[in-house]
Every structure is written in structure tokens, then in C-alpha cells.
């Protein structure tokens, strides 16, 4: 029976449970441990101010609360090492920029790439129902801060929906609970959010926003600078850069091929690379890789005709007496990329493409010619 409403105190705010487990290689909820992230919260003027708990959902996307990045200026996202505590030598910083907001619901998305390894949960396929057994991750408050970077796991059942289509549970949430996910076999059924108590402060009951929901707000906030990789074309099928594995365990499946972080694509193909949802390379949106796929060049791929070059052996006099500087072989496809653009805005235009070939020479170590110079 439920505890009459007059006897329940306003839903709490959570910012994970507080029990935890001993992580072994054939516990199935390994990949989601490894998937879940300690989100700490900084103001204009740089002090720490609280923290949350989220998770990836493909390499570079996080999912919390929307009330966990709120109020911050800034952020820092820490992974879960194997040990199940915050692995404070691995974070990325990160601003407003990189958030974006579920306008139907208290959830939230991070573009947060790391360069060390972590796990990748997936979505169920349908939300769990009243009865269905799950799990709850995330890095609750234990009393002190240091105390609290230890991975907690709960668990319970789904026993009921609110008005407002949040699930409720019995399993136990405290503060840093929120932004953690809900697993339910293996697979993220959530996001946590909040918590209720009685007028004593007793725990009665936890919620969390429905994956349905979860996965609508981040499909409708998708786009290709934020880069999410649907999960049904993700080649990861629930473990993400696992130190380890086991032959025929789809919660820790042995890593097939090396894994390749975001770093280690620039490392390999330039500042314009990054790393996919799976681990492999690719390069950002703004640019494309050249003809034998072993750099990311600026920009668009081409069929127009390239624009003559100027010769290397000497520069023009539309450059300037300082642009004696690095030279890169004649027509590569950075100089025709580069050429084919400047040449469509100032073609005719001296006094430009002076400046223009300036910058270019300084950069690169090339310029552009017009023909009518």
C-alpha cells in the first residue's frame, strides 16, 4: 500500500546507490560499470560546486540530467576505471558548448571524447514494465568527496509510473544518483532523477526518466557536429574498449581489433580526425580525407578542376618577403582544396588575394594564382 501524498515531502533532487559490488569479469553488468561517469560541476570562477553521475552511450556522447549541468559553467567528465572508482587521471573539460538539453524531460547530453578506455550501453528496446527487474549505477554521496568516488550499484524493480511518465522504483538513489543509468539486462532502461521521502526523511521510492524518452530528446538534438551513431549501426554491440574479455560473453566480448581513441586518430590522420562510436577513425564534418586515406584534410570533397599553382621554387610577388617558410610538394590535394575555394571568392580581386596568399604562405607554404596576375 502507498503511503498516503500528505505524508510525502517534495521530490528531492538526486545528484547513485550505496552498496557496492565486487567487479569480476563474468558479472554482466561489467560494461555498464565501465560505461558510467562521475560529471563534476565548476562556476564562472572556476570552484568545484557539485557533481552527478552519467553514461555513454556511443564513444563521445554522454547522457546525465539536465539539472546536473545546470547552474555550471564548465564540466569535467571522469570515467570508471576496472576497480569500479573514478579514474581522476582521464577527464575531459568541457563548456556550455557541449551540452544539449531534452526539451520534454530532465535529461541532458554531453559530447565528451576520452582518451582512455571505457564502456558503451545500449538502449533497451522497449521501457521496462511494473515488476521487471534493474540495477542502478552512478557515485551517490557518501559524506565527503573523496568517500564518494567509489561506483555504487542498488537494485530493485520498476513499481509504478507517475503522472508525468517517470518510473518509479524501489531500488535506493541518493544524491549523485542523478544523470546515472537504470539498467535493466544489460542495457540502459533510464536515466535516474530524482528521489521522495516522508516527512522523517525516509526513503520511499526513486524514479527515473524512461529510455524512450532518453533516446527521443537525444535523436531530436543530433546533429553532425554532435555526432551520435544510432546504436543499430554502431559496430560495438554493448562493450566499448574493455581491458579484457571472454569468447562468446556479449557483456564482454574480447576486443577483435586495436581500439582507437580520439587522440590516437589525430596522432594518425591530423587534426581533423576523431575517433567513431566503435573505435575507429574518421574525419569531422568539416573535413574529408584524401586520395589514399591517410590524412584529413580542411573542407569538402571536390570533382571541380583544380586552379593552377603557383611554382614552389620561388614565391610571388603577392606574397610577402617573409613567406620563405616550409613548402609542400606542388598540387597536393590540400593546395587544390584550399586554391579551389579562394580562387571561387577573389578571382579578379588582386588586392585580396594578396592578403589571402599572405596567410596561405605563412600557414602552409603555398599560394594561390590568380590569372589575371
Known sequence: MRTPLRTLMALTVVLSSLSPLVQAQTDPLVNAKMATVFVAKFNAEGKFVGWGSGFFVDEGIVVTNKHVVEGGKYFKVFPTESDETVN?????????????????????????????????VQFVDSDPRTGDALSVLGYPSRGTLAE???????????????????????AYLHFGNSGGPVISNGKVAGVAVAKSVDDQGNYIRGYFVPSSVVLRGLLYANNSTFGYTLQGQQQ???????????AGNPFNPLRITPYATNGDCRASLGEGAEATGYGECRCKGSYHKNSDSAACLPGQESLETPVALLPQSAPSSSTSSASQGRQLPPETPLQIRICNRVMKLFFGNAK????????LQKRFGFTCRDGAL
Open 88 to 120: 581522476l587521471d582521464c577527464s575531459k573539460e568541457l563548456s556550455l558548448s557541449d551540452v544539449k538539453i531534452n526539451l520534454d524531460d530532465d535529461a541532458a547530453y554531453i559530447r565528451a571524447f576520452l582518451d582512455c578506455p571505457h564502456g558503451v
Open 148 to 170: 564518494s568516488f567509489s561506483l555504487s550499484l542498488t537494485s530493485g524493480t520498476v513499481t509504478g509510473t507517475t503522472p508525468d511518465g517517470w518510473s518509479e522504483t524501489d
Open 236 to 246: 560495438h554491440s554493448t562493450v566499448k574498449a574493455l581491458p579484457y574479455g571472454e
Open 352 to 359: 585580396m588575394l594578396s592578403r589571402v596568399n599572405e596567410r
